[in-house]
């Protein structure tokens, strides 16, 4: 498989659940990112790693927790999540950080309902 | 202000129409500008990337920056059905602690 998968593709949660997104990126790429994408609005970046060690965290709620076990896993740990949460989360790579103009490879995301 | 702004749409043309996708900004940082399409239940793809002002052209994909207005555009020329998709503009500065700031994409629909 190339490219950037991420599982599950959809998700219905509720509220008290507790979950995981999973990305898997074939590309050899050192750096990582998970951006969560809501209807009408901008990409918004939440976390980046880069050779498994986070980066950025963009003043995310801690109700997020992201994983990244090595550079071609990234997880995304979910738990006590809000209704406003519902989003499309995509995970991101690219080759290196370098400057942020690496071209970002992006998965083809996982939609999240929270209930 | 939003620092990226871009009309939603949604814009539906004609097949074999030209097609003009266009995004304001605020921040005159801003020096590497690009145009990322995504099609329905997939990720976004970067089609164009540019540095500073200019023209680019890639096939029938033409990007153009007028850092003076702090305008971009991507034009497509004889449009098909299958660049139906949103198209997310980006952009960041040229400092290795620059993020790239994503605008909210245009929803486009060629129709055959």
């Known amino acids: 498989e190339t490219g950037v998968t991420q599982t599950p593709r959809h998700l219905v949660m509720g509220m008290t659940n507790k979950k995981s997104l999973k990305c898997e990126q074939h590309?050899?790429?050192?750096?990582m990112y998970w951006y969560k994408q809501s209807a009408k609005k901008p990409l918004e970046l939440m976390f980046v790693?880069?050779?498994?060690?986070?980066?950025e965290n963009n003043s995310v709620p801690s109700r997020f927790s992201p994983e990244c076990p090595n550079s071609s896993h990234l997880f995304l740990h979910l738990h006590t999540l809000q209704p406003e949460d519902s989003a499309l989360y995509l995970c991101?790579?690219?080759?290196?950080?370098?400057?942020?103009?690496?071209?970002?490879?992006f998965g083809p995301g996982t939609r999240l309902l929270v209930l | 202000q939003k620092e990226v702004e871009q009309d939603p749409g949604p814009l539906s043309v004609p097949e074999g129409a030209i097609v003009s996708l266009n995004c304001t900004y605020s921040?005159?940082?801003?020096?590497?500008f690009m145009w990322y399409r995504q099609y329905s239940r997939k990720g976004p793809e970067l089609l164009m990337y540019t540095y500073s002002s200019g023209n680019k052209e890639d096939g029938r994909f033409t990007a153009q920056v007028d850092k003076s207005s702090k305008y971009i555009s991507l034009f497509i020329r004889d449009s098909q059905p299958s660049d139906s998709a949103t198209y997310l503009c980006?952009?960041?500065?040229?400092?290795?602690?620059?993020?790239?700031?994503f605008g909210p994409g245009t929803s486009l629909s060629v129709i055959p």
């Open positions: 921040n005159s940082a801003f020096q590497y």
């Open positions: 991101a790579s690219s080759q290196d950080l370098q400057g942020w103009t690496e071209t970002q490879y």
């Open positions: 980006a952009m960041k500065g040229k400092t290795s602690y620059d993020k790239v700031i």
């Open positions: 590309l050899g790429h050192n750096a």
């Open positions: 790693y880069s050779l498994e060690e986070r980066v």
